[in-house]
């Protein structure tokens, strides 16, 4: 099979054909908790079936139960109309469902083909039989229309195709239903369209396809049918041409959200940050190169590029992550040349970063949410000899707590137990308590659902309104194009364009984005930026 | 997962089973705490009995329970605090030999050092206030060289304080010329006063080393309950990049950590000389994985970010019991090293039953 983009029509009018799963009157609890509620869900092969739902809505735990991992739960599967029940998630992949999730399960220091073979090698005599698995998995990538040699190790791929990798690994094993849990997160958009070519020629085979994405524009190019969830229950479903972007987004936030990304007006004041002819370099290779740019109080300046671009590495450098060595070039902040050399020292100046990894990278999971909000800011509810105001710090989370609508049953939950966008904005809580004059935020509402995004963005309007600089990284563009004063383009660690918000343009900014990627590094415009 | 609340209770059945469920969870939280208790109840059942009473719970072996088990609790607060960062000190007990060494040393020995200007110092025989500060600061040295090389060159803990754990033992044999330097109090012998610590207090009842376990252990307690420190120390085991990403100063907390494990090694080691009268290079060989079992048997997580020092304590008397009551009924000690190795992963297996956190 080729990778094919047409597939216009599929079958999926005929009514009254036989699923090849059925998920029927599923109810699961944890303890104190419903996750799923009589929901009922049908599968049919050759169709893409999205399922969409804010955080917290109980997908997670459906895909779970489908793919064999709760296998404690009320209701019944029917597999082809006959009932089966998984006790685990080899049981579901043996009957052909995989899970591709959204952290990759592949081994970083293995090849492809032993990564498409793991845990099932080819056997002969004994032996591992590496030359048929190379073919074998050689012929998959080739019925994929993929381009990657099996022969390369796992960590030497870049994320997209890694995920690629994942998918030919369940094609391997003869799925019928395949569930990719936001599979484009971390992909570009070129990576995104290959995807769904793979996913159109899955449809072509047969295989049904569930597709989990917090990403409007990728369902309603991509799937054939939407199934809404809404805590805990089935709240609609219909196929997708029955479907408007409105209804969609009523449905899953079970109210009417007027602007998506509201962008509040703040008065832009004086400059906070101005960065002059930065460079970071790592060995021989320049990762930023001669960058110029400034960001003023009450400002938004987004931050456009692709996965590759410099972008993080650029909030990294201005946060003191990289040595004094690496770095070229000054950064002014408050007025004020500084050599801010670490992250302690950046907090100190009052520079905050929310790191794209949230759970990587932001937070202390098994730490209680007043333990993650005063993280920053503990200096400041100190007594002598280092002893916590433990009062003091109850008081001050409480009352940023309530400021910033988390969620949360109480200031000693541990920050695990809240949705994405809740521990989002106990991010956000943790650098406004250690008094931040600029945020660098890195991809800030990566895998949040919609109502919450609106309410970070909110959150970040409020606080521009009080005269605190943003410098925003994102790679949804839309939102970029919604909330910003302005927006850079980087591309291949250059700044290669600058927008006013007057001036946004979605195609001229991409255009900008991939200016080196494709080679024609001459014929560059000179709107290039400052 | 859902946030929906349930709000009538469901089944009888599942009612019960959740009561069981909370009921389990609360167990397995005070785990080293239940864990004492039983273990306790044992020594007393299986107790033998002499002149209708019970040997275990006599006042005399209780005392010497508390004694032997000042020294492995002293450790095991150590050890805590950088099993807490996600490290772990496998040197301890080489720095209880070499402390120990050194201790008998400087108390008995004479000793002088030759500085350029200053011509020739004696330096030991010391007064015991003298010989305590000078090792206290040789384990905070010690802690120092520790997590300075672990973090300066970004080589595990485990390589770090195992090249420790052969240096240390190394450098005790070097110092006493690989021979027990014995302590004694007469004439010419070691500062008398030393000798407190291997007093009893109250009657005779009450061992020193065991009250300094107890003041180390209550004061770490709340230096981790009640300063940046502690909670810093939490942060670090439960994520270092966030912690970093947050501004706390993650190399220089590790650094003390170690340093404390390594203060509270030597601590140990002044102890064990004073209890021995004697200090020696061949000592305290393996004292390291009893403090290590005592605070994984305490509830922390080798992960990091998890323990406190009640359990760490907890922990320690856990095993000393087990070790007195197998004494008191005559079984061997390589029997012991059986029992007490099935006990940690006995106490580890357990933890994995922990009602899972909803995520």
């Avoid at chain 1, 099932?120 to 050689?138: C, D, K, L, P, Y």
């Amino acid at each position: 099979m080729i990778q094919h983009p047409a597939a216009v029509e599929t079958s999926s009018e005929a009514t009254p054909r036989a699923t090849i799963l059925s998920m029927q009157h599923i109810t699961k609890r944890f303890p104190g908790v419903v996750a799923l509620d009589d929901v009922s869900f049908d599968v049919y092969p050759g169709e893409v079936h999205a399922l969409v739902g804010e955080n917290g809505a109980g997908k997670s735990t459906l895909m779970n139960i489908m793919s064999g991992t709760y296998t404690d739960y009320e209701g019944q599967l029917l597999l082809n109309g006959e009932p089966v029940k998984f006790h685990n998630p080899r049981d579901a992949q043996n009957a052909g469902i995989v899970m591709i999730h959204q952290e990759l399960n592949l081994v970083p220091e293995l090849t492809v083909y032993e990564n498409i073979f793991l845990g099932r090698e080819h056997v002969s005599f004994g032996i591992v039989n590496r030359g048929s698995m190379r073919r074998t998995a050689q012929k998959l990538m080739a019925d994929l229309g993929l381009d990657i040699d099996p022969n390369r190790p796992i960590n030497r791929l870049r994320v997209g195709q890694r995920q690629l990798v994942e998918i030919a690994k369940a094609l391997n094993l003869n799925s019928r239903v395949i569930i990719m849990d936001e599979p484009t997160s971390a992909l570009s958009e070129a990576e995104v369209e290959y995807l769904f070519g793979v996913t159109r020629a899955l449809r072509e085979r047969n295989v049904a396809v569930i597709y989990i994405s917090h990403r409007l524009d990728e369902i309603f190019s991509i799937a054939d049918r939407i199934t809404v969830l809404r805590d805990g229950r089935v709240v609609g479903s219909a196929l997708t041409k029955d479907m408007t972007r409105r209804q969609l987004i009523n449905l899953m936030v079970g109210r009417n959200l007027d602007v998506l990304y509201p962008k509040l007006d703040a008065p832009i004041g004086e400059t906070v940050l101005r960065v002059k002819n930065l460079s970071l370099r790592a060995g021989r290779t320049r990762i930023l190169d001669d960058i110029s740019l400034e960001v003023r109080q009450g400002e938004i300046v987004g931050l456009a590029g692709l996965m590759g671009a410099g972008r993080t590495q650029l909030l990294e450098t201005i946060f003191g992550v990289y040595p004094q060595s690496q770095i070229r070039g000054s950064i002014w902040f408050d007025g004020k040349e500084m050599r801010i050399k670490s992250p302690k020292e950046a907090i100190e100046q009052g520079i905050g970063l929310i790191a794209e990894d949230r759970k990587g990278q932001s937070l202390v999971l098994g730490q209680t949410v007043t333990e993650n909000a005063t993280l920053a800011a503990l200096r400041e509810f100190l007594y002598f000899l280092n002893i916590i105001n433990q009062p003091a710090e109850r008081k001050a989370v409480s009352r940023v707590v309530s400021d910033l609508n988390i969620k949360t049953p109480s200031i000693s939950t541990m920050v695990a137990n809240l949705s994405g966008g809740n521990q989002q904005k106990v991010v956000i809580a943790k650098f406004l308590m250690a008094h931040i004059k600029l945020f660098l935020l890195d991809e800030p509402t990566r895998g949040i659902d919609v109502g919450a995004k609106a309410e970070v963005y909110n959150l970040i309007g409020e606080l521009a309104k009080q005269g605190t600089g943003f410098l925003l990284v994102s790679s949804e563009l839309p939102e970029l194009l919604a909330v910003s004063d302005r927006i850079y383009v980087l591309c291949d660690g250059r700044l290669t364009a600058e927008f006013a918000r007057g001036e946004f343009d979605q195609t001229a900014i991409m255009e900008a984005a991939t200016r080196f990627t494709n080679g024609n590094h001459d014929d560059q415009p000179g709107e290039t930026g400052k | 997962m859902g946030t929906t609340i349930t709000t009538s209770g469901g089944s009888a059945l599942s009612q019960a089973r959740r009561t069981f469920r909370q009921g389990l969870g609360f167990i397995l939280r005070f785990q080293s705490f239940f864990g004492l208790i039983i273990v306790f109840v044992l020594a007393v059942i299986y107790s033998p009995i002499r002149n209708d009473t019970n040997i275990f719970l006599s006042e005399r072996n209780l005392s010497n329970v508390a004694r032997d088990v000042a020294e492995t609790g002293i450790l095991a607060t150590g050890q805590l605090l950088v099993i807490l960062i996600g490290g772990i000190d496998l040197s301890v007990g080489s720095v209880v030999a070499l402390t120990a060494t050194g201790t008998a040393f400087l108390l008995m020995r004479q000793s002088s050092i030759t500085l350029p200007l200053l011509g020739t110092i004696d330096v030991s025989p010391m007064p015991a206030e003298g010989a305590i500060i000078t090792i206290l600061l040789l384990g905070l040295a010690i802690g120092w060289w520790n997590g300075w090389t672990s973090e300066r060159f970004k080589i595990p803990a485990f390589v770090t304080t195992l090249a420790m754990l052969s240096i240390a033992r190394g450098l005790a044999h070097i110092w006493s010329d690989s021979i027990a330097v014995p302590i004694s109090y007469r004439e010419g012998g070691a500062d008398p006063s030393f000798e407190f610590l291997r007093t009893r207090l109250y009657d005779n009842v009450i061992p020193v080393p065991a009250l300094i376990m107890f003041g180390a252990g209550i004061v770490m307690a709340l230096v981790l309950r009640y300063t940046s420190f502690g909670r810093h120390l939490y942060a670090i085991g439960g994520n270092e990049t966030a912690s970093r990403l947050s501004g706390i100063s993650v190399t220089r907390i590790k650094i003390v950590a170690f340093m404390l494990c390594s203060f509270f090694a030597a601590m140990a080691g002044i102890v064990h000389a004073a209890q021995l009268n004697q200090g020696s290079p061949n000592e305290a060989v393996g004292y390291e994985l009893n403090a290590i079992a005592a605070v994984v048997i305490g509830g922390a997580s080798l992960m990091g970010g998890k323990g406190t020092v009640v359990g760490a304590i907890a922990g320690a008397f856990i095993l000393g019991i087990l070790d007195n009551m197998l004494s008191l009924n005559n079984i061997e000690s390589n029997t012991q090293l059986v029992v007490k190795g099935l006990l940690v992963v006995g106490a580890v297996a357990l933890q994995q039953f922990r009602p899972r956190d909803l995520t």
